[in-house]
């Protein structure tokens, strides 16, 4: 069969349906200090948001898929471009750029100038230590997971902590399978 | 034109959020789980009413700022408006809409084998309506939000005939 | 009128989450097409281990002289595929459509419990839709 | 030149107020703006005096004062800005357009997820785009 | 035309209502003078306004004048139309005639004349003095009117009026009046008409150079005053306003320098309120009106109408724009008027509408009222400001309170700028050392509670820089001007060069420059830069020049008057702000006046103003300026000796924002708080700190006890104190979330405790509660005589209210208490029997239901027939059973490391103290199983069971108890008790019977031995001692006859033994005599068991070594043989049972056959000889009997006779099991031979196969 094309993230995002970034970004910012009073560990919370990305991701994955058209990719230094180009433009209407390759291509930083997340966002001193965009990470996490990658995401820059962008550093662990459906014993 | 994001960002946020506090924080009180989804969403209605209604003059009574919120408000959220405001006059309001977004892409199931809800087991049916109405809370919040930072403080309900319609019941607090 | 006989879509550890009949011939009860399901995710495993060359995604297409089996597998291991009519044009379009249906529909359904049985009206639904639209609707894609 | 800008929320305590004289003095100016208060519930309280501009956010000169003039601003949600300043001949139109302007920087501001409703402003970048509004102050529409 | 100016003011102040002419033709005027001049003023009069619509006035003032009368004199045109105002508004002829030729030649032709003039308006008035009685004259005078009236009056126009004076008609005033009316609405709108026209004319030119505004304001005012005159206040009014315009217009209009006016004496009292108090002619000169007089002109001549319209209000806001603005423009000519012209006059001013306004102002509605007052506020706050400015200016700056609202108030008003600051008069030397002893005497105003804060500035900028830069500016100037051409000063534009000069410089500039000036003849202070002390008095004396209002300088002149004045325009800005909507600037102004009570030592009043503002800002959370007032509000409840209310303010101020103050200021407050705690206080004083001290649980999961469970409760307590401070006490409340009625229960801290600034954790002693779950109620302690309490939470604690839901966390519950449930169970370790009469082991298992046994304390209290063998010590050791390995295993390893392994090394021997055992410590997580040597006697033989003798065991009989009770928690508080059973047995259960007869009547005697136990029993010896009656056919000891010993019975199973026996030859009365009546077998045998699955060796015995150690036990058990009937008289015979066999459940009829073997002659052994008992009896377990068990048969005594007994039976059991059997209890059993014997045993079949039933294993 012919292969439909891949479409580019701005064509994708052009024709999904979108909604004011405000009410995207308020809801996740009550979200997270509502979580913050519920759970009162910023620690926990970092692992909550994640958890919560993660769910997100195993689902937000197939739509992607879908509306993308992207191929398997070939390696995972395409699945991460695919991510940062495709994946962020799709859905948050900005793009990432990729870098800091490691030798093997197995580790790289997707790199956010621009985040919706944290708009009007500061981080008041109590919370330092808090991860505030750490659903990003979840998300791909979940989403690599899916199409069969174990990676590791992890923050490595933080505007909310004065630097000057997001960095995501995205460690590929190992590449599952697919695994055989059937048992030796059938 | 602000910016914006793709819908199934915040689709997927709430059904999330939901679900977390439903079946993962609070899975066993239901109760609970509901008052944390409305204060959620009264922060976000606080907020967002904050911003709407820049630029524009003030109220001058309560069916003004309740119209504010059918039309210009909801249409900045869901680009659309209300389909239908009723009031008996006496401080409460009914406000309908026929497609409520947030339940556009929800089906029931109301065999007994869903299995997404962890309630103890009532009958499948108010099971179902359960769940749908977790969902519900975090738009009453917005709403209540919205109006009490307008000064109005009142109580929101919302109740799903038949889904994708909703109807929103604000009873203002005398 | 594109002549469908059936829908799978079997989740990726080949549980059939979903089977619709649109009046094939022979009926067959639930667990046949339980059956059919297993089965044929395994035959599709094992043509990726069969392929010669690596990388190969598994049968794609399956001509028998009284019928087709289109499968389209989603990256995320999830497979759909519908036994027609022989000959029949664009069911790569309408597994695309459907793919699509099913991220809309089922992902997006906060009481879907991914790797489940699928009820969703809403689904349902649209697919119905989607199906009977005849091949032209779907050459317009 | 401004000298003194506030926030006050509805049940009138303040939410934010910053002089822009030397510290020593500051507290005059916030007995300034607490006592413009007043004006604000009179315009309020009995709207027919504030005739065309009614539920207008933008409630014009609060304080015909000999040495300085006070401003006042009612946003929907009961929230008042407050501008005294020390220029005696201030154009209207510099006033609504430093309020606006004001007004959009409140709104990010409280939009700040940590920010308690009711309870002080404290962000730094609230601050900070506060301070570029006032220096620029006159400056827009004189152009 | 200004030449007209004082024509027209003296005019215009002469005539201040409309005039009527009277035109006397024929004497009539001083006849009726009085009665015309008794119609004035009109009561009502209706005239056209300005725009021609109708009006009606009230009280319309005017005067009848003689055409005569010198006033009317004809004057120049150009003026009559100028002053036309004045002029007559209508003509009344008088006149009277008798006859009818009079009037056609001398009074017609007259009155033609008088009335071709057609400017004025007239009419006339026909007197006829005619007696009413004198009829020809009255007719006459009839004829004559007519012929007037003819001649006069026109359709259009009705122009004559009759009078007859003797009997007048009573609508004659009315016509009368109505016609003057006429005359003067017409003559009116003729009048305004020609004004505007001129008015109109003038304006057109009003851009042309030779435009004069003074004939403009000319025309304009007469117009205006014309309005006034005729009442017409409204259009005037707005004349006025016009003619303002166009002067405001005009005067900044043309550039040209004029004027400005107000150096007279006395100008420095605000004239706005008087017109007449400067002619005209003073304000224009050279046709320019003085801006100064002229304004104020206006405005009073506005005020007069406003007030004639009976609208204060309007004055009054017209009035404070007014003055606002016209103090503008007094700014602006500051130089060239008197020094502070401007402040002075801006006070009089606000007094002069003050006064007038607040007394003419009549109740309107009431939102105009409220805005009256805040006018009249505003009026006096502006007042009392410039007038404070005046007092700093001679020196009591010291005095004035430096609150907020004067520095507000004064710090951004500039100071005046004369031309030239005045410079001290030359004879000032004593004053100037005055103030100078003022000042240095005036010391810096102390903050209370050694509050040390920067003083609010009350100066725009220094006095003292300021003042003398002014002198300098104008000293430099003067050298300029003084040393023409001279090129130091020729270069540098003089003023400005040196005001950029720093004082300092200047001297010496000057000073060089007074070396240089040759003759140093101008010597004097000018160059000097003036002292402060110089300066007040310098002020003080251009003041007084100023000022020429008396009492506003004796305000000035002494510190009272100025503070007499000074509260009373506080008093009075207060008073009507209070009135107004803003109570903010009353209540803040109230505060002003309690700093001068609290200065005069009326500290009462003081702390009533001060609470109201304090009330004011804590109410509005302005901390800043509670800050400010909190302290002086302290100190006087201090002075007042409140200690109640010292207090609160001392913790009010301690929980302002930290920033307000510094630390040691705080710090003082705390000590405060401790001085007054620990001072004598005459009752405890409650105090409220919840702003000062919050409290929370630690977080993480709630403290969790078991019910009855005492504990320590660890709280998070934060101290907003800025210093540790010691409590004496302190307890919290514990308030059940569930049951409310439930009451709050005290937790007290043992101990005073200290309280760091910040965070603090403490520990309560918890005594145990109902269970439930706890949140945190109030915080209540003690210091000193201080009772205090805190309701508030720290973060986490409840939120204030609904709308800040979204902050909600519920209170978090701090403890849960939890249902009682089981914590530990005792069970027995085995079920099986030990043996009785000897020391065993009886097991107990303990196993703690996650909960700590430790220190737990064991009861036993064992049963009767049973007892603990106190000489042996009790062992305690680890106790896994194998279902809770499984579990184990289940569980994480982590649990496995934690180790079930090591624990099973555990054991530990115990001592029995006063029947209590104390657990080890290892035992208080895990199960662990207690050994108790125990002893269970039971003296009764054990009997051994036979055909005859059926055995009849209970199970109660070897059942022994052991009462326990466990004694654990915390604080022994957890009570378990329970009594567990414990089986006890003999080794063996006997039964015998006879395998054999045989026919040298050798009986086989088998003895069958059941073991009752689960150890393996080892039978060493038995030996037989035989009752009476029977002997061992060889010779023996009794020994059975075949010896195996030892024989070994394994658990459960059964064994036999033969004895052969014989019986033995004895008569009946031996037989009576029977010595034995029953044999006793005994039996030497050893067991090997173990206790933990039930009986074995006694505990003397430590470990059961090699099977030849053994020490043997016995047992004995007595059994009963029965001689074989010698003599039957009746026979009992078993008849078969049917074919089929038997089977459990199924009905069976047992039949026996009695028969008479003998007639009953000689001896009787039943009465009833005819009648046999019977009694059928059968183990119930195995058996269910139907139909009558016991009862009698009749048999006759004939030998032979026979019947049949048959009974239904159901077998319950299967196996082999006893069949039922038949007694006959009245007849002695040596008489009775069973013939056939019924079988031992019978087989019972298990019940037939079926569905339904399902058969065990």
Known sequence: MAP?????????????ERVNAEL???????????????????????????????????????????????????????????????????????????????????????VLEDNPLVDFVELPDTCQGLYYCNVLSGVIRGALEMVSMKTEVTWVRDMLRGDDAFELQVKLLKQVPEEYPYKDDE | MGREVSESCVDSLLTEMVSSYCDRFYANKPDLAARRIEAIGFQVGLQLSERYTMERPRFSDHLEAIKFICKDFWSELFKKQIDNLKTNHRGTFVLQDNRFRWLARMSVDPSPENGDLSQDNPPAENKAAQATSMHLYFPCGIIRGALSNLGIPCAVTADISNLPACSFVVRIKA | ???????????????????????????????????????????????????????????????????????????????????????TQQMEALLKVIYELYTDYVLKNPFYEIEMPIRCELFDFNLSQTVQKDCVALLGR | MIVCVAVVGHQNNPLYIQS???????????????????????????????????????????????????????????????????????????????????????????????????????????????????????????? | ????????????????????????????????????????????????????????????????????????????????????????????????????????????????????????????????????????????????????????????????????????????????????????????????????????????????????????FILKESLAFMFEMAHLFEDALREYDELELCYLETVNMTGK??????????????????????????????????????????????SKLLFKLKRAFEVASRGYSFIISFSKALALRESILPFCMREVWVITACLALINATASQYNDGPPDIEKEFYRLQGDLYSLCRVKFMRLAYLVGFGAEIERSPVNSALLSMLPWPKPAVWPLVPPDASSEVLVKEKIILQETPRVKHLGIQRKPLPLEPSLLLREANRRRASLSAGNMVEMFEGRPIFNDGSGSDASTKMSPSQKVRASSMSRTNSSPGGFESSIDRPMRLAEIYVAAEHALQHTISNTDLWKSLSSLEEYEKKYLELTKGAADNYHHSWWKRHGVVLDGEIAAVCFKHG???????????????????????????????????????????????????????????????????????????????????????????????????????????????????????????????????????????????????????????????????????????????????????????????????????????????KPTRPILKVFKPRALVDLTAAISSALLINEPQWVGIIVRPIDYSLKGAILHIDTGPGLKIEESHVIEMQSYVDLSQIAADMAKSDAAQKEGSLAVDKNFEQLRLHAGRIEFPNWANNVTSILWIPIRAISDGLARGSSSVSPLRQSIVDGMRTIALKLEFGVSHNQIFERTLAVHFTDPFQVSTRIADKCNDGTLLLQVMLQSEVKATLTINDAWLDLQDGFVHTTKGDGR??????????????????????????????????????????????????????????????????????????????????????????????????????????????????????????????????????????????????????????????????????????????????????????????????????????????????????????
């Open chain 5, 602 to 808: 009326n500290f009462d009043l003081a702390a009533k103003s001060y609470e109201k503002v304090c009330a004011l800002y804590a109410g509005e959370g302005w901390q800043d300026l509670l800050a400010e007032v909190l302290p002086s509000l302290a100190e006087c409840q201090k002075i007042l000796n409140d200690q109640a209310g010292y207090l609160s303010s001392c913790v009010r101020l301690l929980s302002l924002d930290k920033g307000l103050f510094l630390t040691k200021e705080r710090e003082a407050f705390q000590s405060e708080v401790l001085r007054l705690a620990h001072s004598e206080m005459k009752d405890p004083v409650p105090l409220d700190v919840s702003s000062l001290i919050t409290f929370s649980g630690n977080p993480g999961p709630p403290l969790e006890l078991c019910d009855g469970d005492p504990g320590t409760l660890s709280v998070t307590i934060w101290s907003g104190f800025p210093d540790d401070i010691t409590l004496d006490s302190l307890s919290l409340t514990l308030m059940a979330t569930y049951n409310g009625d439930e009451g709050v229960k005290a937790l007290r801290c043992p101990s005073a405790i200290v309280l760091k600034p910040g965070r603090n954790i403490i520990t309560l002693p918890l005594p145990p509660q109902k269970p439930g779950s706890y949140v945190l109620g109030v915080l209540t302690g003690q210091i000193g005589h201080l009772r205090f309490r805190s309701h508030s939470f720290s973060k986490g604690g409840p939120a204030d209210s609904d709308d800040f839901m979204i902050y909600e």
């Open chain 5, 1 to 216: 035309m200004a030449n007209f100016l004082a024509q027209f003011h003296t005019i215009k102040n002469s005539s201040d209502h409309l005039v009527i002419a009277v035109e006397d033709v024929s004497d009539l005027w001083p006849i009726v003078k009085s009665e015309f001049e008794g119609r004035l003023p009109f009561k009502r009069a209706s005239l056209n306004n300005k725009t021609r619509n109708s009006v009606s006035v009230e009280n319309l003032t005017a005067e009848f004048i003689l055409t005569t009368d010198s006033r009317l004199r004809s004057r120049f045109p150009l003026e009559q139309s100028l002053f036309w105002f004045r002029e007559p508004y209508a003509t009344v002829v008088l006149v009277t005639c008798e006859d009818l030729d009079e009037f056609r030649t001398i009074l017609k032709p007259r009155l033609k004349l008088i009335v071709q003039n057609d400017e004025r308006e007239w009419f006339i008035v026909f007197v006829s003095k005619a007696p009413p009685n004198n009829d020809q004259a009255t007719k006459l005078a009839k004829k004559v009117y007519a012929k007037l009236e003819v001649e006069f009056s026109s359709k259009k126009r009705e122009r004559c009026c009759k009078l007859d004076i003797q009997s007048p008609e009573a609508n004659f005033w009315e016509d009368l009046e109505s016609k003057i009316m006429e005359s003067i609405r017409n003559t009116l709108d003729r009048r305004v008409q020609f004004y505007e026209d001129e008015i109109r004319k003038l304006s057109e030119q009003r851009l042309m150079p030779v435009w004069n505004f003074c004939n403009f």
């Open chain 4, 20 to 143: 822009f004289t030397e510290a020593d003095d500051a507290l005059k100016l916030h007995h300034i703006v607490h006592c413009s208060l007043d004006v604000v519930d009179e315009r309020v309280n009995n709207p027919k005096k504030s005739g065309p501009t009614l539920n207008e956010t933008f409630l014009g000169l609060l304080y015909p004062t000999e040495n300085y003039k006070v401003y006042g601003y009612l946003t929907n949600t009961k929230v008042k800005f407050i501008l005294v300043t020390t220029d005696l001949d201030v154009r209207d139109a510099d006033v609504r357009n430093f309020f606006r302007r004001f007004h959009a920087a409140y709104v990010d501001a409280v939009s700040n997820p940590f920010h308690v409703p009711g309870k002080k402003i404290t962000s730094r970048t609230f601050a900070e785009r506060v301070s570029t509004i006032v220096k620029s102050f006159g400056l827009s529409s004189a152009g």
């Open chain 1, 24 to 110: 995207f970004t308020l809801t996740y910012g009550a979200i997270v200090r509502q979580l913050l009073t519920d759970l009162e560990e910023v620690e926990e919370v970092n692992k909550q948001l994640d958890q919560m990305g993660y769910n997100i991701g195993i689902r937000l994955i197939d739509e992607f898929l879908a509306k993308s058209n992207v191929a398997r990719c070939v390696d995972f230094k395409e699945t991460a471009e695919v991510i940062a180009k495709v994946g962020f433009k799709m859905f948050l209407g900005v793009t990432a750029s990729v870098s800091n390759w490691d030798a093997d291509g197995t580790c790289c930083s997707i």
């Open chain 5, 1040 to 1257: 059975p006859t075949s010896g195996f010993f030892p024989l070994v019975i394994s658990p459960h199973s059964r064994a036999a033994i033969l004895f052969s026996i014989c019986l033995e030859m004895l008569n009946a009365e031996d037989e009576a005599k029977a010595l034995r009546p029953e044999s006793i077998l005994n039996i030497k045998y050893g067991i090997s068991g173990d206790r933990t699955t039930g009986a074995h060796p006694p505990v003397a015995v430590e470990s059961p070594g090699p099977e030849g150690a053994r020490q043997d036990l016995i047992f004995r058990s007595s059994l009963v043989l029965q001689r074989p009937v010698l003599d039957p008289c009746l026979a009992v015979g078993f008849l078969p049972l049917p074919s089929g066999g038997l089977r459990v459940g199924q009905l069976v009829s047992m039949e026996w056959r009695i028969e008479r073997l003998k007639d009953f002659e000689e001896n009787e052994v039943s009465k009833h000889n005819n009648e046999v008992l019977y009694e059928v009896g059968a183990n119930s377990d195995n058996w269910m009997l139907a139909g009558r068990k016991r009862g009698h048969v009749s048999l006759s005594t004939k030998q032979g006779s026979r019947i049949v007994i048959s009974i239904l039976c159901m077998p319950l059991v299967a196996g082999y099991v006893r069949p039922p059997q038949l007694g006959l209890p009245e007849v002695d059993e040596t008489n009775i031979s069973c013939n056939p014997a019924g079988p031992h045993l019978v087989c019972v079949l298990p019940p037939a196969l079926s569905s339904s039933f399902c058969i065990p294993a």
């Open chain 1, 4 to 16: 439909v094309a891949p479409r580019s993230g701005d064509a994708i995002f052009a024709s999904v």
């Open chain 5, 257 to 302: 320098l004029r004027d400005f006016g107000g150096v007279d004496r006395g100008d420095d009292q605000a004239a706005l309120l008087n017109p007449g108090s400067k002619p005209l002619t003073q304000i224009v000169q050279d046709d320019s009106f003085r801006e100064f007089e002229f304004r104020q002109y206006l405005f009073s001549c506005q």
């Open chain 3, 1 to 87: 009128m594109a002549a469908i006989y059936s829908l799978y879509i079997i989740n990726k550890s080949g549980g059939l989450i979903f089977y619709k009949d649109y009046g094939s011939a022979g009926r067959m009860d639930t667990n046949d097409s339980l059956r059919v399901a297993s089965l044929w995710h395994s035959m599709h495993a094992i043509s990726q281990q069969l392929s010669p060359v690596a990388g190969c995604s598994g049968i794609e297409l399956l001509e028998a002289d009284t019928f087709d089996l289109h499968c389209f597998q989603s990256l995320t291991g999830t497979k759909f595929f519908v036994v027609c009519e022989p000959g």
